[in-house]
């Protein structure tokens, strides 16, 4: 705009790029809604170019990737994420910590992906974030459910489901 104009109007040129971004980022989640996951990143990638710290376009370009399968890309990402959320965003941090459980559970290293899971419980209880909380429980049912321990697994699914109450997440409930 400062080239068009020649007066600086720095506030509205961020602004409008926060827009911008914003507006890419709903559609980013529109495509990701429709299993398009490499059109997604193609909108998320347009954001990193002007906003390399962006975490959630770098997290949700992750789980992209998770969907596709393309864990090694999934996890680098996520390690990025993660370095950018311990310094700016600490409540990005149990996402990040779900996502990379999630990984361990795909690639079938449950132990590691429960003790990544304990780890995400508790930083989403020191950042109140009940609903990875809930996630976090029901991945670990999942997990003891695959290591044949199915009092612990039935323990783990009632935990999420109660943790999913107290947000009035019925979608969650329903899943457990």
């Known amino acids: 705009m400062t080239r068009y104009t020649g007066s600086t109007i720095n506030h ?11 507006e890419l980022l709903v559609r980013a989640i ?8 490499p059109e997604s990143n193609v909108l998320l990638s347009n954001i990193l170019t002007d906003d390399p710290n962006n975490i ?6 992750a789980v992209n990737h998770i969907s596709m399968n393309n864990l090694e890309r999934a996890s680098k990402l996520l390690r990025s994420a993660h370095h950018l959320a311990k310094e700016s965003t600490p409540n990005e941090l ?5 996502y990379n459980a ?3 559970f795909m ?4 132990q590691k992906s429960l003790s990544i899971l304990e780890m995400t ?3 989403a209880n020191l950042t109140n974030d009940w609903l990875y909380r809930a996630y976090a429980s029901e991945l670990k049912g999942k997990i003891l459910m695959k290591l044949g321990k199915l009092n612990l697994a039935a323990d783990a699914f009632k935990t999420a ?6 947000i009035q997440c019925p979608v969650g409930k329903s899943q457990s």
Not at 30 to 37: G, H, N
Not at 56 to 61: D, K
Not at 161 to 166: G, L, P, Q, R
Request: no cysteine.
């Open 161 to 166: 489901m109660d943790k999913y109450s107290v």
């Open 94 to 98: 149990p996402v990040i910590h779900y």
């Open 30 to 37: 529109e495509k990701r809604e429709l299993l398009e996951y």
């Open 107 to 110: 690639r079938a290293d449950f």
């Open 12 to 22: 509205r040129e961020s602004s409008f790029k926060s827009d911008f971004n914003n």
């Open 102 to 104: 999630v990984i361990e």
């Open 121 to 123: 419980d508790k930083v």
């Open 56 to 61: 959630v376009a770098i997290r949700m370009m």
